[in-house]
């Protein structure tokens, strides 16, 4: 029988989050040298929810000391390790490893610095409603449901809950703090699921500060009040 939610949460949730982090990455982690995709990981857990890095350590390190047997794995009561690109004998190695340097981040209170997401996930889990907006409205779909890039914005606007509105206007301003390169902001709008160009004259820094203008003046709608008796 298949665990609930609520259970697989509990035993396997922040493993999860960990190893969604390593995709499209090399899990080559050493033990004097965590991976690309696990600095990405405590870099971003450091600074948005240092109290998971604990679970993670965890639900990794027990999961290592009881691998499941095939047959739980098909009945769907243990978590199923995707591939990482690593032979199934060297993945509870490999976990072992992720352990101790989370261990070890946690003890000795290493702290990585705030820094430019150098990782798929790693843009998708510091700006979620920016990659919603973009992946969402800006793929390359968007001249065949939209007449304008200003057409698509107001779709979103339109059908989307104000409080995501202020997290997607927040999230604009902190990618734009990062004062990167504007090739950098074309390769972070990519990451993000954009997948056509800003609309002229902009370029990708300046749509996005546009947007983020358009969106700090944004009003929502809430209908008519109650008649004045």
Known sequence: MSMKPLEF?????????????YTGMSAD??????????QAYLRH??????????AAERQIRDYAR??????????????????VGLP????QDWL??????????????DVPPPATPRTHWEWHARFPELGQFLGGWFSQDMPDEF???????????ATTDPQLIARLAGEFRELLALDLEESDYALAVAELGMEVDPPQPYSPSGWLAHLADGLTGYKADYGTGPAAS
Do not use: C
Not at 9 to 21: H, K, M, P, S, T
Not at 66 to 83: A, I, K, Q, T
Not at 149 to 156: F, G, L, P
């Open 96 to 109: 072992f490893v992720i352990a101790d340097h989370l261990k070890r981040s946690m003890e000795e209170g």
């Open 29 to 38: 982690d050493e033990p004097d040298r965590p991976s690309e995709a696990l």
């Open 88 to 91: 199934r004998s060297a993945i």
């Open 45 to 54: 857990t450091w600074h948005t929810r240092p109290d998971a890095l604990a």
């Open 147 to 157: 007449p304008d890039h200003e057409a698509a914005v107001r779709d979103y606007t």
């Open 66 to 83: 009881n691998p499941p047997g095939r047959l739980r794995l098909s009945l769907g009561e243990f978590y199923p390790v995707p591939d």
């Open 9 to 21: 949460d509990r035993r396997y949730g922040e493993l999860d989050q960990v190893i969604r982090a």
